[in-house]
């Protein structure tokens, strides 16, 4: 029975301490929430890049020849044999308008109804599949040589450019993500702090009665964890509704392709919850136990 009421004395004090310091907790939430922001917009970019990157290196060996609008059909197959001859092809495939089309509609999903009669507009194309990646600019250039070929377009130069900004992005994320750590460590460390010094007679008193130390650490304990929760559940509704309005932005049109690289928004919110919740009450926690220990000594 003690314990229980123990329980509920330090939750009715830690409400307490929230309350008396007032300004040190707002200042200490809004640092939370500033780190989990920053912490869910820089996952969001990598995540995405990441996705990209993976996307696009499936077709790096890949390089899509895209043939002039008046080409014919006795033409295209004199190209395909011509391509085929090509030194380091190892495979040509041919794409018609209506395959095209047809692999459009697949990327664009619920909204492939706005493609309908755009077959026309497509061009004849070819996929080469090549037999290293090193030699995709030495098939590119000879692909150029022959007649009726508009355009070549390979991933290789793509791909390395988003890998590079993907790793860029990842170590100034996780170098911002540590000083934020360590700001809102320190802040919420100085808010329990200025509580125990503002107690530190009771404190003193409940030591010389054989008060134990958790007893006295619990109020300060349920204190961090009260800031952290605070701030974990205003960052965490800012995040959600800003991705909740992303991926709808994208669930539409052209943008259907980018969403593909999206994490469904009731799947995001479980992931971020879950992050965000962890890492404020666990921040919460530590600080409260480093802020306190000090004055368990009497």
């Known amino acids: 029975m003690s314990s ?15 309350w008396r310091n007032k300004s040190m907790s707002v200042a200490s939430i809004v640092s939370i929430c500033s780190m989990l922001l920053i912490l869910g917009g820089i996952t969001f970019g990598v995540f995405v890049a990441n996705n990209i990157v993976e996307d696009m290196k499936t077709k790096v060996d890949q390089i899509d020849v895209i043939l002039t609008p ?4 006795e033409r295209i197959a004199k190209i395909k044999e011509e391509l085929q ?8 495939n041919y794409v018609s308008k209506e395959q095209a089309l047809a ?3 697949e990327q664009w999903k619920e909204n492939s ?3 309908e009669g755009m077959e026309s507009a497509l061009p004849e194309s070819f996929e080469l599949k ?5 030699n995709s600019n030495a098939v590119a250039s000879s692909i150029y040589n022959v007649k009726d070929v508009e355009k070549v377009v390979y991933y290789k130069d793509i791909v390395d450019k988003i890998a590079k900004v993907s790793e860029m992005v990842k170590y100034v994320g ?7 750590l360590m700001v809102s460590f320190f802040i919420m460390s100085i808010t329990i702090k200025l509580t125990v010094i503002a107690r530190r007679k009771e404190i003193s008193i409940k030591k010389y009665i054989g008060a134990t130390n958790m007893s006295i650490t619990g109020p300060f304990i349920v204190e961090g964890m009260l800031l952290g929760i605070i701030g ?7 995040i959600f509704f800003i991705y909740k309005y992303i991926y709808k932005s994208f669930a539409w049109g052209v943008g259907n392709i980018f969403s593909n690289y999206l994490l469904p928004v009731d799947v995001f919110g479980i992931y971020v919850a879950i992050a965000y919740f962890a890492i404020s009450i666990g921040i919460g926690v530590l600080a409260s136990i480093f802020s306190s220990r000090k004055y368990m000594k009497v």
């Open 70 to 73: 008046e080409v014919t059909s």
């Open 174 to 180: 996780i170098t911002l993500v540590a000083v934020l």
């Open 232 to 238: 974990a559940g205003i960052s965490f509704t800012i």
């Open 103 to 105: 692999k459009m509609k």
């Open 113 to 115: 109804f706005l493609l």
């Open 85 to 92: 001859k090509i030194e380091n092809v190892k495979e040509v």
């Open 4 to 18: 229980i009421r123990r329980f509920f004395s330090a939750i009715g004090e830690g409400f307490v301490g929230v």
């Open 130 to 134: 090549v037999e290293n990646i090193e």
